[in-house]
């Protein structure tokens, strides 16, 4: 199937740990996917999934009718407007699934809107890994109509799809979630150090506070690197690069409310710690590794 016979496909820019799993999950779902992304080794992974993949984003809007965006920083997402825009076809509907700025999203809108074209603010709650098995929940905000015409493709990718109404609401509730992410990923790691430096093993802290009131989903997914001591590779569900966007754009939100954030701003100082540390392509949980560096813990 060529990508111009590609009627009713779903196009996927941005094919990295987020938009990847769910180019082959609609995949593997039965829907034509097309895919694009400026990594050729993402391309080719997509691609060797059964995704068929294109020279930009604007021929992969003149191939399907739906376009989901998972992209790192605003900069794509105007790139990836610019393209759309440009490709003069016919009305697209555009999922933005990435996590950015309010302003960012409403200047992609307008864009978009100016063209002919639909966007919808539609961050997703969850992480590589659990986007890999469909454990994720979508905030879908903006025209309703078109949320509702595409709950069977979100249903394909996510387990759970929620319409919050005005265009941004999406992001604003993303916002909420990542701050309790942020919080509750320094606090496991904290518990991890407590229980090390106490002498007791890493797995069996894991295995209890998993099975007892102190858990998490945060710290479920996380744990079990914090026990292996391992944040590298195929482990890797949100590099520390990558979340420090998110932490910037939540803690710019908050102070615009002027709303106090003591537990959240107080984990900024860890992941910057993180960076500076070396784990910057690393997952999130490798603040566990900066805390015991502190405590003067070394594993191996």
Not at 15 to 35: D, Q, S
Request: aromatic share 6%; hydrophobic share 50%.
């Amino acid at each position: 199937m060529s990508a111009a016979s590609a009627k009713g496909a779903v196009g996927v820019v941005g094919l990295g740990i987020m938009g990847g799993a769910i180019a082959k999950n609609l995949v593997a779902a039965g829907w034509p996917v097309v895919g694009y992304d400026i990594d050729a080794a993402r391309t080719a992974e997509a691609k060797a999934a059964g995704v068929e993949t294109v020279a930009n984003a604007g021929a992969l809007a003149a191939a399907a009718e739906t376009i989901i965006t998972s992209l790192p920083t605003p900069a794509a997402l105007d790139l990836t407007v610019q393209a759309i825009a440009g490709a003069k076809v016919p009305r697209r509907v555009v999922v933005e699934a990435s996590t950015f700025s309010l302003d960012d999203k409403a200047r992609a809108q307008a864009a978009l809107r100016a063209a002919g074209h639909v966007l919808l603010d539609c961050p997703l709650s969850g992480t590589g890994a659990q986007a890999k098995v469909k454990d994720l929940v979508v905030y879908a905000s903006g025209d309703s109509a078109s949320i509702a015409a595409l709950k069977s493709l979100f249903a394909d990718f996510s387990r759970a799809m929620h319409d919050l109404g005005a265009f941004g609401n999406g992001t604003k509730m993303k916002f909420v979630a990542n701050l309790l992410v942020a919080i509750h990923n320094v606090a496991s790691a904290e518990a991890f150090v407590l229980g090390i430096k106490a002498g007791l093993d890493p797995k069996k802290i894991f295995e209890l506070i998993s099975a007892g009131a102190g858990t998490s989903r945060v710290f479920e997914l996380r744990g079990p690197m914090m026990a292996e001591n391992r944040y590298d590779g195929d482990n890797v569900t949100m590099r520390v690069k990558t979340w420090q966007k998110d932490m910037t754009v939540i803690g710019d939100f908050a102070r615009e409310l002027t709303c106090p954030t003591p537990l959240f701003s107080a984990t900024g100082p860890i992941y910057a710690a993180a960076m500076a540390n070396g784990h910057g392509g690393d997952d999130t949980a490798s603040v566990c590794a900066v805390l015991e560096a502190m405590a003067g813990i070394r594993r191996q």
